[in-house]
């Protein structure tokens, strides 16, 4: 069984920033791939960022390139994603996703393992 636990989620003003943290337990590989997704209401769940299982190789959405940052730390096995410069076309609710193949992947297909999601929702 595999948990994963988002947290940072909140509201805040256009410009300001939010960091997620999603802490994984149970049966996985401390070097797993992890990815962050976001479904706004009424839309489909889309690819936010993703990084690989050494953290060496990190991808992200073109929405949110040079203002969202995605780390790890396979010690603790966490994934944090800092969000910089949010707009309000950034609201939504993030979801922590997870599998034990260790290559980044921006598919949902890519991913057995999610969290219950956390809601960011960003102020004009």
């Known amino acids: 069984q595999v948990q994963l636990v988002e947290s940072g989620g909140g509201l805040v003003q256009a410009g300001g920033s939010l960091r997620l943290s999603c802490a994984a337990s149970?049966?996985?590989?401390?070097?797993?791939?992890m990815a962050w997704f976001r479904q706004a209401p009424g839309l489909e769940r889309e690819f936010v960022a993703t990084i690989s299982g050494s953290g060496a190789t990190t991808l992200y959405a073109d929405s949110v390139k040079g203002r969202f940052t995605i780390s790890r730390d396979n010690r603790a096995n966490t994934a944090d994603l800092q969000m910089d410069s949010l707009k309000p076309e950034d609201t939504a609710i993030y979801y922590c996703?997870?599998?034990?193949?260790?290559?980044?992947?921006?598919?949902?297909?890519?991913?057995?393992?999610w969290g219950q999601g956390t809601q960011v929702t960003v102020s004009s």
């Open positions: 996703a997870s599998d034990q193949g260790s290559i980044a992947s921006t598919l949902t297909t890519a991913y057995a393992y």
């Open positions: 149970g049966s996985i590989f401390s070097d797993a791939r």
